[in-house]
């Protein structure tokens, strides 16, 4: 019955369901959350809900990481840390392989999934549709993270700079895909290339099928994340000597984690713990993300200003029909 109502409609109704007032849910600031959720410190994250009723303590926590092209690969190279989150925190710990950026957010909204590492560009979309609380990145120990959007093409192709971008079929990644799509719209333009105008723009779906893609010459070229190709060439997914880098922009922030806005505060601090006492060293998880030594504490209202940035100058609206 909810799902004929309007995305307002339902949110308030939902609202009642969980016990909260419409009247509390209108009066409330939420900047550009939906209206499920309040923002009265405007830190740009889901509050904490004052009703301790509506507090989550599951005896099982639901973990998930970003869309992968072999999400069974990543279920066993996280196993170390889940074993480690659910010794911190007395919990269970399961690891749920999502399929895309719109069903990883829709499990968090609908209280399924508790703790998730979301990709850059969704990560807006996260905190604006399902409470989702961005506390920590993937670093070095001196505090240095993030990644690059580069462009690669085939060795073989004519594609020597970005100008030669023009007339070519191009592989994006998905719509709310920060390298994949975001910043090429945004970025791309100052270097006289305006995305789906001088070039035709397929989406592929993920990082690794644009650069498979490039790798198979189904693509002339394609936008993807620095740390994607770097770990697929790491497990020999593609010969490094069959691409070209054509172009590579300044550092981005990586992949946020995340717990959903209404665990129950001593669990949410526990689970922050468990990410931070994490040691990558002698790990799966370590040897996958070559480079990484730590999870480092962040803030989303101040290290994704320049993803909201790049949306924004995009026109993007965090809407659920926009999700892709």
């Not at 509390?24 to 410190?41: I, S």
Request: aromatic letters at 10%.
């Amino acid at each position: 019955m909810l799902s004929r109502l309007s995305p307002t409609a339902t949110a308030m109704a939902t609202a009642l369901l969980l016990g909260v007032s419409s009247h509390a849910l209108a009066e409330c600031e939420r900047g550009a959350l939906d209206t499920m959720y309040c923002d009265a410190d405007g830190d740009l994250v889901a509050d904490l809900p004052a009703d301790e009723s509506q507090w989550v303590d599951p005896d099982t926590l639901i973990f998930a990481y970003t869309p992968v092209e072999d999400p069974a690969i990543y279920s066993d190279i996280w196993q170390p840390f889940i074993d480690h989150l659910a010794e911190v925190t007395g919990k269970d710990v399961r690891f749920f392989a999502v399929q895309s950026n719109s069903a990883q957010v829709e499990a968090m909204r609908s209280g399924r999934l508790h703790v998730a590492g979301f990709s850059t560009g969704p990560t807006p979309f996260a905190v604006n549709l399902a409470g989702a609380v961005p506390f920590a990145l993937m670093g070095s120990s001196s505090g240095q993270f993030g990644y690059s959007l580069q462009v690669y093409t085939h060795v073989d192709s004519d594609i020597y700079e970005m100008a030669d971008l023009k007339g070519k079929r191009i592989a994006h990644t998905s719509p709310t895909s920060n390298s994949g799509n975001q910043a090429p719209r945004a970025l791309f333009p100052e270097m006289g290339v305006v995305p789906g105008e001088d070039y035709e723009i397929s989406f592929s779906g993920s990082h690794d099928q644009s650069m498979l893609g490039v790798v198979a010459k189904d693509y002339d070229a394609a936008p993807v994340a620095s740390e994607v190709v770097e770990r697929m060439a790491a497990r020999g997914l593609y010969d490094e000597d069959d691409v070209r880098l054509v172009w590579e922009s300044d550092r981005f922030p990586t992949t946020s984690y995340n717990h959903a806005y209404n665990l129950h505060p001593e669990l949410a601090e526990k689970v922050r713990q468990a990410f931070y006492t994490f040691e990558f060293a002698g790990t799966e998880l370590g040897e996958e993300f070559e480079g990484v030594e730590t999870f480092i504490p962040i803030n989303y209202k101040d290290n994704w200003r320049v993803i909201r940035t790049i949306q924004a100058s995009n026109g993007v609206q965090y809407t659920r029909d926009n999700l892709q």
